[in-house]
């Protein structure tokens, strides 16, 4: 599928600063049997298992600290210091035959520092079904903004469109639950530019996550 430049802009659109409410106090739900998608195969030891429990269920994800280490780490961060739990997914971007979910933490007071990219021509990752990615707007600007892709989208790799994003892994369990987050009702009037009509009439929260193995 080709993606153009205009689409890689309206993602793009959605990098910004904006603080959100930080009462995060729904219960998790029943975790949701497994769901898993091939990927080309990575040593154990490369990998590290996170779990992640929403107001609509629990995702599990598996991180590729091995090709993407920097990237991994950068997430493993916001888990790891509790700040992921203040993140929510707030988009649902469709273009084309295809879509993706998106959530981060949008506090500036829960947010580390911008990282270094690494580009899919240096990783190896694509972006293909149930991949988790670092957004960015521009090399060196990726911080706490992330997405899951619904499908493989070939144009957000390097490099004919620029350096694309950052994907750092997968998701093993859960993808009906990131389906049904990014089939929930949109508000028509939220948002600006862009992203009016995209944004989630109900913001999905995320309400814990930890590590499942892994160091």
């Known amino acids: 599928m080709s993606i153009t430049v205009t689409s890689l802009a309206l993602l793009l659109a959605a990098v910004q600063d904006a603080p959100v409410d930080p009462a995060h106090d729904a219960a998790p739900a029943p975790v949701v049997e497994e769901v898993a998608e091939d990927a080309d195969e990575a040593p154990a030891e490369d990998l590290v298992t996170v779990a992640i429990d929403t107001t609509m269920g629990r995702i599990v994800l598996e991180l590729d600290r091995g090709r993407a280490p920097i990237t991994t780490a950068n997430f493993l961060a916001y888990v790891d210091d509790g700040y992921i739990e203040f993140a929510e997914f707030y988009r649902a971007m469709p273009f084309g035959d295809t879509g993706l979910a998106q959530f981060g933490v949008r506090r500036l007071d829960k947010t580390h520092?911008?990282?270094?990219?690494?580009?899919?021509?240096?990783?190896?990752?694509?972006?293909?079904?149930?991949?988790?990615?670092?957004?960015?707007?521009?090399?060196?600007?990726?911080?706490?903004?992330?997405?899951?892709?619904?499908?493989?989208?070939?144009?957000?790799?390097?490099?004919?469109?620029?350096?694309?994003?950052?994907?750092?892994?997968?998701?093993?369990?859960?993808?009906?639950?990131?389906?049904?987050?990014?089939?929930?009702?949109?508000?028509?009037?939220?948002?600006?530019?862009?992203m009016k009509g995209q944004m989630l009439a109900d913001p999905v929260k995320i309400t814990g996550a930890e590590r499942v193995d892994g160091d």
Request: hydrophobic content about 35%; charged content about 20%.
């Open 113 to 194: 520092d911008p990282i270094a990219h690494e580009p899919t021509n240096e990783t190896g990752l694509k972006h293909e079904r149930g991949t988790i990615a670092l957004i960015n707007a521009g090399p060196g600007t990726g911080r706490s903004d992330f997405y899951i892709a619904m499908a493989p989208i070939p144009g957000f790799d390097c490099c004919d469109n620029g350096p694309g994003f950052a994907p750092f892994g997968r998701v093993v369990e859960g993808m009906d639950v990131v389906e049904a987050i990014y089939a929930a009702p949109i508000d028509p009037d939220k948002g600006e530019g862009v």
